[in-house]
């Protein structure tokens, strides 16, 4: 296979890959979502890249661990140090338990990578679960690297070595998203323990030497990479707004336990935004898109994965209607001419699919170059001079790749009925039938008038279409 070769963002190149202990396989950690709302689509982008990067991991003969940590206390709302906790402000905001928040939006969370066919990664470890070990890290470092405010324990970033320089902090414009926090030594400063004020009043909180409060942000991924993937391991991923303050603020924390200047990951992977023409998509704005959001307008949560695909990870990857409908015909037309290769798998071999193959691995080889990937798949399925039955076998290491399930996907199946939709999909089909009798009868006011009620509940007839879809819900 062609060597792997992916972008670290600490030197800012392209790196040929190898483990650092082939004996350990390969180590990979991602940051995981915040879980005080459900996530939008801009969110779900990093665990499309994430899960295509485990993918090709794994295909390439890797034995992989993979951790995605569960945010459920300590993210302000601010990415650094101020503002309420998302999660107490969501639980008051919903006037309920904020561990029934966190469960339900964990919960969700999951379904999301259900519906968008990513693998369950090896660990799903919960912020809270870690918070002992949390301070015990924080009592390791304390010493030589941080400082008490009557707020909490900081961390002072002069006592690391090159801090932000995954940032770029000298020309990139992270610093000054930071707010102010009365005592601290320098601006970038951070805090390790947030100290509850006497007129808090916190559902979240533990005893610890600094006083009862809560972990800050920062400290759980590298308490949890430490735990389930070693000091040092090979991959950490994430968005690239987290390239900024928190991954920095990581690497800082990992060199003073380590008391060296190791980052703790030997690549730094980040993905780009997901931007609407309004800008990048956030929750800040008060209204985002979910996955669910795109299903009730008639789209199966795969054509997102699609969307993905096709543009690059770390370029941005524009959101609209338009695009997000070109992506599910895209993959109406795979799963249409895949159904041909099954009809048709009985006919005579020839030639061979093995370089399809080889143009796979030289793809997403090169930084997981899936858009390069995509015509690849395009021009195995429509190759008429090699056998639907080799065909098929190869389609195999695209799906594993892609994680585009092809092998099991049915033009019904893609059939997303919008919430707006007056119709089930039992009575669309009864009603076709009518339809059909209608106009072999040439009874053609009947089959018109069927055709109109169809349309009116969200359904348009597709009479005569090149990919025999018969009919498609309306956006």
């Excluded at 690239?240 to 030997?266: F, K, M, V, W, Y």
Aim: aromatic content about 8%; overall charge negative; some cysteine.
């Amino acid at each position: 296979m062609t060597t792997l070769t992916l972008y670290d963002s600490l030197s800012r190149s392209l790196r040929p890959f190898a483990p650092l202990d082939p004996a350990r396989g390969v180590r990979v950690y991602s940051c995981g979502p915040t879980v005080y709302n459900y996530a939008h689509v801009g969110n779900l982008r990093a665990y499309v890249f994430t899960d295509t990067l485990s993918r090709v991991l794994t295909w390439k003969g890797h034995d992989l661990t993979h951790v995605i940590n569960i945010t459920d206390v300590g993210h302000l709302t601010s990415d650094a140090d101020a503002g309420d906790d998302k999660m107490e402000a969501a639980a008051k905001r919903a006037g309920t338990d904020i561990w029934a928040i966190a469960r339900h939006y964990t919960d969700a969370f999951k379904q999301n990578l259900a519906d968008l066919n990513i693998r369950t990664p090896t660990h799903l470890p919960l912020a809270t679960d870690h918070v002992a070990e949390m301070i015990a890290f924080a009592k390791a470092i304390e010493a030589k690297h941080c400082y008490r405010l009557d707020s909490g324990l900081y961390f002072d970033v002069t006592t690391v070595p090159d801090y932000g320089r995954l940032a770029r902090s000298a020309d990139d414009t992270g610093e000054s998203r930071i707010d102010p926090v009365e005592g601290k030594r320098h601006a970038q400063d951070f805090a390790i323990w947030r100290t509850s004020a006497p007129e808090e009043n916190r559902q979240m909180e533990w005893d610890s030497p600094w006083g009862r409060g809560a972990p800050g942000w920062h400290l759980e991924c590298s308490v949890m990479s430490k735990k389930y993937l070693g000091e040092s391991f090979d991959i950490h991923t994430g968005g690239i707004d987290h390239r900024e303050i928190h991954h920095p603020n990581e690497i800082a924390q990992n060199q003073a336990h380590c008391g060296c200047g190791d980052s703790g990951a030997a690549f730094w992977m980040h993905n780009n935004f997901l931007v609407e023409r309004a800008g990048k998509m956030s929750k800040s704005s008060g209204a985002f898109l979910t996955l669910q959001s795109l299903v009730d307008r008639g789209f199966h949560p795969l054509s997102y994965r699609m969307l993905c695909l096709q543009a690059h990870y770390r370029s941005e990857l524009e959101f609209s209607w338009e695009n997000l409908a070109a992506a599910q015909v895209r993959l109406k037309r795979l799963v249409q001419a895949v159904e041909g290769l099954r009809a048709r798998v009985d006919a005579p071999a020839k030639g061979s699919a093995a370089a399809y193959r080889d143009q796979l691995d030289a793809a997403v080889s090169d930084d997981l170059a899936t858009p390069r990937a995509l015509p690849v798949l395009d021009a195995l399925v429509a190759d008429k001079k090699v056998s639907p039955a080799d065909r098929l076998a190869a389609l195999g290491d695209f799906v594993t790749v892609l994680g585009l399930p092809l092998d099991r996907l049915r033009r019904e199946d893609l059939r997303v009925r919008p919430v707006s939709a007056g119709i089930d999909e039992a009575g669309i089909a009864a009603r076709l039938v009518e339809r059909q009798a209608a106009r072999a009868a040439k009874d053609f006011s009947t089959s018109d008038a069927i055709r109109d009620e169809l349309a009116v509940a969200g359904v348009e007839v597709m009479d005569g279409d090149p990919l025999g879809w018969d009919w498609r819900v309306t956006i």
